[in-house]
């Protein structure tokens, strides 16, 4: 016996008459989201270490950190340019996605801060960078999805929303840690 489908061909749980949605969709969706948000994260962090995309390099991004205030400014450069690198990369292949989105939560939380003097909007407002956030944060809670490297390893094969919420907090924390070293 095949089981009942709506209308749309779909199968229906039983009782009810709306289908089962197809999860190939929710990891199809979560793949480019992680591709989009891994390749932007990773290009920005490349502009930081290695100047590439018009970036300043370790120096250049020094120099800027340390007229922003931070204390060690080319160290700041190398721990923000590899964490968007690293972070992104891992967004990519979906390997620990909770870890890689926090990174990236943790980094564009201090870039919230740099911000948000200038308002909501571009071109010096924090709605780009809040976005970053926003989205980062929702691939630590949500995980990859079917289509990563996560699905190999057997601790992170099933995601739990535990991951993502401890993984986000680390962020949090070491995010408010920079930020409280900034003169």
């Given at each position: 016996?095949?089981?009942?489908?709506?209308?749309?061909?779909?199968?229906?749980?039983?009782?009810?008459?709306?289908?089962?949605?197809?999860?190939?969709?929710?990891?199809?969706?979560?793949?480019?989201?992680?591709?989009?948000?891994?390749?932007?994260?990773?290009?920005?962090?490349?502009?930081?270490?290695?100047?590439?995309?018009?970036?300043?390099?370790?120096?250049?991004?020094?120099?800027?950190?340390?007229?922003?205030?931070?204390?060690?400014?080319?160290?700041?450069?190398?721990?923000?340019?590899?964490?968007?690198?690293?972070?992104?990369?891992?967004?990519?292949?979906?390997?620990?996605?909770?870890?890689?989105?926090?990174?990236?939560?943790?980094?564009?939380?201090?870039?919230?801060?740099?911000?948000?003097?200038?308002?909501?909007?571009?071109?010096?407002?924090?709605?780009?960078?809040?976005?970053?956030?926003?989205?980062?944060?929702?691939?630590?809670?949500?995980?990859?999805?079917?289509?990563?490297?996560?699905?190999?390893?057997?601790?992170l094969r099933t995601h739990r929303l535990a991951y993502g919420?401890?993984?986000?907090?680390?962020?949090?924390?070491?995010?408010?840690?920079?930020?409280?070293?900034?003169?």
């Amino acid at each position: 016996m095949t089981p009942p489908t709506s209308t749309l061909g779909a199968p229906v749980t039983a009782g009810t008459d709306r289908p089962i949605p197809s999860l190939h969709g929710y990891d199809a969706g979560l793949l480019i989201l992680r591709i989009a948000l891994g390749l932007t994260m990773a290009a920005h962090g490349s502009q930081k270490l290695f100047g590439w995309f018009g970036g300043g390099g370790i120096e250049g991004t020094g120099m800027f950190f340390t007229a922003s205030g931070y204390p060690a400014g080319e160290v700041m450069a190398a721990v923000a340019g590899l964490t968007e690198t690293l972070g992104g990369l891992g967004l990519v292949i979906g390997l620990l996605t909770p870890l890689a989105g926090a990174a990236i939560v943790g980094t564009m939380v201090n870039a919230l801060a740099m911000h948000w003097s200038g308002g909501f909007f571009a071109p010096k407002g924090v709605e780009y960078v809040l976005l970053l956030t926003a989205a980062s944060a929702a691939l630590a809670l949500t995980g990859p999805g079917r289509y990563a490297v996560d699905r190999f390893l057997p601790g992170l094969r099933t995601h739990r929303l535990a991951y993502g919420v401890a993984a986000v907090a680390l962020g949090l924390v070491l995010a408010a840690v920079v930020l409280l070293l900034k003169k």
